[in-house]
């Protein structure tokens, strides 16, 4: 994964409680159900949007192409907010591997991605994110005043050539990095 350099901050800096929610491999959505029994998902919003750089440089977008399919969400225990869930990919790929990111609306977006088996997943990376990275503003829009520090993890999901880049970032009150 391009760039993914910056993100790999060392796992030991995160918060002990937090590691096995980045390092989780499976689906973080069965996993917060698992723990979180009312959860649901909220849609912030979805349609096409401007990706962030790294996306971009990440999903090998051209500079010409100014928006791409994005999808942004809350994961959530009832109304508490748990995670912020930024995806983004290619046009085309909502034609062809990705046709159902459409058409997901108030569902999981790992319950489609797990659910197939011709899908796959890169590595997983993960970061610290504080309010110069543009997820960690756009958390604060959309839950409220946020720790000064978050943390973040990506992956890209393939399905052929198709590439879906999927960004979670762990919110307060239960993910909360020790100031």
Same mark, same amino acid.
């Given at each position: 994964m391009p760039h993914q350099h910056r993100? @790999?901050?060392?796992l030991c800096l995160a918060p002990r409680?937090?590691?096995p929610w980045l390092t989780e491999s499976g689906s973080l959505t069965a996993r917060l159900i698992a723990h979180h029994p009312r959860f649901r998902v909220r849609v912030l919003a979805q349609g096409?949007?401007?990706?962030h750089e790294?996306?971009?440089?990440?999903?090998r977008l051209p500079r010409r192409k100014l928006l791409a399919p994005c999808r942004e969400v809350l994961l959530c225990s009832g109304d508490t907010p748990l995670v912020f869930? @930024?995806?983004v990919t290619t046009p085309a790929a909502v034609r062809r591997g990705f046709r159902k990111f459409r058409h997901v609306g108030g569902r999981s977006l790992g319950s489609m991605l797990f659910a197939s088996p011709t899908i796959a997943r890169s590595a997983l990376a993960w970061r610290r994110v504080d309010a110069r990275h543009p997820l960690w503003r756009e958390a604060r829009a959309a839950v409220g005043p946020l720790p000064p520090r978050?943390?973040?993890?990506?992956?890209v999901f393939y399905a052929g050539h198709d590439r879906l880049l999927v960004t979670e970032v762990f919110l307060?009150?239960?993910?909360?990095e020790p100031r």
């Open positions: 993100w @790999h901050h060392p409680p937090l590691r096409m949007a401007r990706p790294d996306e971009r440089a990440t999903l869930a @930024h995806s978050l943390w973040a993890r990506r992956s307060p009150p239960h993910f909360m």
